[in-house]
């Protein structure tokens, strides 16, 4: 529990000044991501930047520092008999809410309760100027100045140092249970869809193996209900099955060192046809695929399919691993670095080589 | 980027440009007599004004990028223009420069209901998402106020709000994708048909931009399914605190409400004379809190409700009983503005957002204040994600109130900042709050905003002098503030 903010701002101002490079790392569970990190550059440690510095459950919000761990955040909201709903993965019991925003990942409840970048509602930030800078707040709504905090999810940590996050925080739900079914996966895609479509308690949707799961949370009156009116059979450990696949420990992520793809399509987007494995996740809006393949040939399908595509983890990570951006869009993104991180001092070349 | 505003240098005339833009665009929307523009002067914020150059009402995106293409090689600001309802003067135009109004495009492209989304034209009204999408059993989630009238190009640029945003969210959360036309004149697409797209989140900084960032010319909107049942909890009581301490009442037993809304004395009166709501009109401040989901879920939440409420000292606690009912209830709270409207010539409606658990405190201060300044003040609130409206009363006509109306809603503002929250919930900071944007944000901080505008903008085209004030500004507003903060002082230390 200790604010290390000054000691952050100390390091990247001296970075700026020999011309250095810094790699941004939290609990260091996420460096599978991204192109391959520099190895000239040195490393920018938040593993000790940690601590919650203000949590208020009446007001649904709580601020943290950049470094703490998942773990820690969700013990402290558990005690309120709160939780995060965007359901962040731990890769490791080391995971930090920083890391968690700057790759912008979620868990299966996504689709109905958010991501990671929903429920941001403030950061602060240090640029590549070693500027200490204040964004957002601690409020649901606030429209003054542009939303860069929310800038941050997705951008792997290429615009600055996430130092401290505001987050919207849930009540956890009063009861959940897992319906299973077997299913073919075109059939599932459309059923996972249409049960989105009906105003029922549903919280999370996926298709592997032959079979589609459910899961329905809140009021324990009402997922009863929902489970009754709709079939399939109630699995026993349907906890741990999605804590598996948020935390991607089911067994269809077991080989970490193939090529694993994720689709980011519309949900009821015909799948591609590709052989190889497939989860189909968020009820069709995230799709896990697994094979080789050159980003270039998926790209094609997955715009077909309305989305993109990345490689998410595995393979060859020196070239692209992010689907690719038209031009003007390119240009605002590298106007865009070169506005937080004049030098690019942090992240070098870790979204696309271009950056 | 120094943080200055571009000026438009006007290398060519009014004429000359009218000239260039018959060509491509229907010469009748070409506009430039001073009467037909007149109508484009201000936005719902009719305190400020301005006589554009030229109006235009372009009908396609390829026209909409040629303007872009010769506005950007001329340097003429362009001012994107929805309805019009704004709250901020944030579509007020621009002296030199054109007004870019999007009135016709007004399709629903197409509705998905397997996907639940809707392709929309950006002057489709707000409303009309949902009425059309009923026919599926969907809506569209935000619904601000001004919801007949407001287009979702608007929305998108305000990143607007409502009454459901503590369940449902912002715009923000409510969008997959825009189409743009940038400062340059290219048409990009932000955004995907997936939930999220690989690199920065530019959707997101593009929601909310004010129009200084890019003109969208189609939105891809989510679609909810419409919940099974809706009833309203109604509750009064003797004090603002009592209520405020029951708003935390239901979060903390794990309800989220749909909608929770706070009206004050002098609002319940004016809504209750208004819409004949049936408000209690004794009550010190009233709740509405809105329970929505399946049926099993809404009996259950609306039993705890009613029973957290009178434990916590409601007067008066009411469930409405049938869907007439729950809309007559909702219909006092939205006619709250036309109806404080009546009672006094002009208001003038202010939109900070607070921590919830600052409000009793915020309200007293505001009474303060209000009898400081000898305004009345009535007050609407989001109690459910601490957006305060406060309505402060006023006769434009009575010379001075209108300037003393403004120092009160920036005082309003500043105590908004200091408790812990913001200037502006959801109205944009536009022209009118632009002053406050240097209480919220330091120099570094709105300088980086500069340079955000200028990533999408480098030439400062798209809706100059809104949003982010340039510096120099700021320095000087500062010290005005410091001047007055030490003569307060004195008079203190004197008096």
């Known amino acids: 529990m200790a604010d290390l903010s000054q000691q952050l701002q100390e390091q990247v101002l001296q970075a700026r000044t020999r011309a250095e490079k810094l790699n941004i790392v939290g609990g260091g569970t996420k460096g599978f991501m991204g192109r391959e990190a520099n190895t000239q550059a040195g490393t920018l440690d938040m593993s000790e930047h940690t601590g919650i510095v203000d949590y208020h459950p009446v007001e649904l919000v709580m601020t943290v520092r950049a470094g703490t761990t998942l773990s820690d955040i969700e013990a402290a909201l558990a005690e309120q008999g709160q939780a995060l709903h965007f359901e962040p993965p731990h890769f490791g019991p080391g995971s930090t809410i920083g890391g968690t925003l700057a790759c912008n990942l979620s868990g299966p409840a996504r689709p109905w309760a958010g991501s990671v970048r929903d429920q941001v509602l403030g950061t602060r930030l240090l640029n590549g100027k070693g500027e200490h800078l204040r964004f957002g707040g601690e409020v649901m709504k606030n429209v003054a100045g542009y939303d860069v905090s929310r800038l941050q999810a997705g951008a792997l940590g290429t615009l600055g140092v996430i130092t401290e996050i505001s987050l919207k925080v849930m009540p956890t739900p009063a009861a959940s249970l897992t319906l299973v079914r077997d299913m073919a996966m075109d059939e599932a895609l459309h059923y996972m869809n249409r049960r989105t479509a009906e105003p029922k308690p549903i919280t999370a949707a996926c298709w592997v193996d032959g079979k589609v799961y459910l899961r329905l949370s809140g009021a324990k009156t009402a997922v009863e209900a929902t489970a009754e009116q709709w079939s399939g059979d109630v699995i026993e450990q349907g906890e741990a099955f999605w804590r598996s696949v948020q935390d991607m420990q089911h067994e269809f992520f077991a080989d970490k060192n193939a090529p694993l793809w994720r689709f980011s399509v519309g949900s009821p987007a015909t799948n591609p046809a590709l052989g190889g494995d497939w989860f189909i996740d968020w009820a069709g809006a995230q799709r896990w695929y697994k094979g080789t393949a050159e980003l270039s040939d998926l790209e094609v399908l997955a715009r077909a399919a309305g989305g993109q595509v990345s490689q998410f983890r595995g393979g060859d990570r020196s070239g692209e691993v992010m689907h690719s951006q038209p031009n003007a869009l390119k240009t605002i993104q590298q106007r865009m670095k070169e506005s937080f991180d004049p030098d690019g001092i942090f992240n070098p070349g870790r979204l696309y080589s271009w950056m | ?495």
């Open chain 2, 1 to 495: 980027m120094n943080g200055s505003f571009m000026t438009n240098k006007l290398k060519v005339s009014q004429e000359k440009l009218a000239e260039q833009f018959r060509v491509f665009i229907d010469p009748d929307y070409v506009i430039t007599d001073n009467e037909t523009m007149k109508p484009y002067e201000c936005d719902g914020m009719s305190m400020y004004c301005e006589m554009p150059l030229l109006v235009l009402l372009p009908e396609t995106v390829t026209q909409v990028q040629r303007v872009m293409r010769i506005c950007h090689e001329y340097g003429v600001p362009v001012v994107a223009r929805g309805a019009g309802t704004g709250l901020s003067a944030g579509a007020m135009p621009s002296k030199e420069g054109v007004v870019l109004s999007l009135a016709k495009f007004n399709r629903i492209l197409n509705i998905d209901p397997l996907a639940r989304t809707a392709n929309l034209q950006p002057g489709v009204r707000n409303l009309a998402i949902s009425e059309e999408a009923a026919q599926y059993g969907l809506y569209y989630g935000p619904d601000p106020s001004s919801q007949i009238a407001c287009t979702i190009g608007g929305n998108v640029a305000e990143n607007s709000g409502g009454v459901h945003c503590l369940k449902y969210g912002l715009t923000v959360h409510n969008i997959l994708s825009v189409e743009m036309v940038t400062a340059e004149g290219d048409v990009v697409t932000v955004g995907s048909d997936g939930l999220d797209s690989c690199g920065m989140d530019l959707l997101a900084v593009m929601t909310g931009s004010e129009g200084l960032l890019g003109v969208v010319t189609e939105v891809k909107v989510k679609l909810l399914p419409k919940p099974e049942v809706a009833q309203v909890v109604m509750a009064g009581f003797d004090s603002v605190q009592k209520a405020g301490d029951a708003v935390g009442g239901i979060i903390s037993h794990g309800i989220i409400p749909g909608g929770l809304e706070m009206m004050d004395g002098h609002a319940i009166v004016a809504a209750d004379d208004f819409a004949n709501a049936g408000y209690p009109r004794e009550a010190k401040a009233l709740l509405l809190c809105e329970v929505d989901g399946t049926e099993e879920e809404v009996h259950e939440h609306v039993a705890q409700a009613e029973s957290v409420f009178r434990k916590l000292g409601a007067t008066s606690v009411r469930t409405s009983q049938s869907e007439q009912e729950r809309a007559l209830m909702w219909l006092g709270r939205k006619s709250a503005f036309p109806a404080v409207g009546r009672i006094s010539p002009d208001y003038y409606c202010m939109d900070g957002t607070i921590p919830r658990r600052h409000i009793a405190h915020v309200l007293t201060e505001m009474q303060t204040l209000s009898e400081a300044f000898g305004l009345r003040v009535a007050n609407v609130f989001h109690a459910g994600d601490g957006n305060l409206h406060p309505l402060i009363l006023f006769d434009a006509n009575v010379p001075g109130e209108f300037e003393r109306t403004e120092a009160f809603g920036a005082s309003i503002l500043k105590m908004c900042v200091e408790v812990g929250g913001c200037i502006t919930g959801e109205h944009g900071v536009g022209v009118e709050k632009i002053r406050q944007m240097a209480i919220q944000f330091n120099d570094l901080e709105l300088q980086q905003f500069h340079d955000v505008k200028a990533a999408f903008d480098p030439t400062g085209i798209l809706n100059p002098g809104k949003g982010v004030p340039a510096l120099k500004f700021c320095q000087e507003y500062r010290s005005l503030e410091y001047k007055q903060h030490k003569h307060e002082q004195t008079e203190a230390a004197h008096g």
